[in-house]
């Protein structure tokens, strides 16, 4: 099965309305071709779920002042002011979940599991509309799972099957997104031949990408 696509390809598989996650943190890690590619194609009435919203000129940040998103989940929002702006304004929803219970959340979505208990946000705003379940007289909040149509996720370098290598910090939330959606496409800086890569390296496994696309170019 050959997994490698155009970048045009590629953004042609998201639609009006779908939710997508991507990964990044402060727009390392982000897939910054395909998200500039999205910015021009104007997808409009997203969800998205990502880390952060980057800042207005970097990563999933151009997304926020392009007004692609409808509804932002994420767990800070603080370093674009875009985004407190359209959320006070009523433009956009914005939830805010505390970062570690995102990445939860998201491994829930991957691992087929129905949710997970957690003491983070019990007694303040993010227990609003919670299930709250004590255990030994402590009490925790049922946190559901997430999962979307699309994950756009980035590597440094990944084979043709799809196994990925991630450089340092990049990896962040991308591992975790490439096992929480119905569809997953990595940009990458580099495709190798199936076999280059040590396996020891790899943190994403091939058979959670369905599709590459080129990071240097279609």
Do not use: W
């Not at 084979?159 to 962040?172: I, L």
């Amino acid at each position: 099965m050959d997994k490698i696509i155009t970048l045009d390809q590629a953004v042609d598989k998201v639609k009006d309305g779908m939710t997508i996650m991507i990964g990044g943190f402060l727009g390392c890690g982000n897939p910054h071709r395909l998200i500039d590619a999205l910015v021009e194609k104007d997808v409009k009435n997203l969800t998205l779920i990502c880390n952060d919203s980057s800042f207005p000129d970097m990563g999933v940040g151009k997304l926020i002042v392009k007004k692609c998103v409808k509804k932002l989940i994420a767990s800070h929002v603080g370093t674009n002011p875009e985004t407190g702006r359209q959320m006070n304004s009523g433009e956009m929803e914005v939830i805010l979940v505390p970062q570690g219970t995102l990445a939860e959340q998201v491994r829930a979505g991957g691992a087929g599991l129905g949710g997970f208990l957690t003491p983070t946000g019990v007694g303040t705003v993010a227990e609003e509309g919670k299930q709250k379940i004590t255990i030994d007289e402590r009490v925790y909040l049922l946190e559901l799972p997430l999962r979307a149509d699309i994950a756009l996720i980035a590597g440094e370098t990944v084979d043709q099957f799809g196994n990925v290598v991630y450089h340092g910090a990049t990896r962040n939330f991308n591992h975790l997104m490439a096992t929480a959606a119905d569809l997953v496409i990595i940009e990458t800086e580099k495709i190798v031949e199936i076999g280059d890569l040590d396996p020891n390296s790899v943190v994403t496994p091939g058979i959670f990408i369905d599709h590459i696309v080129n990071g240097g170019g279609n």
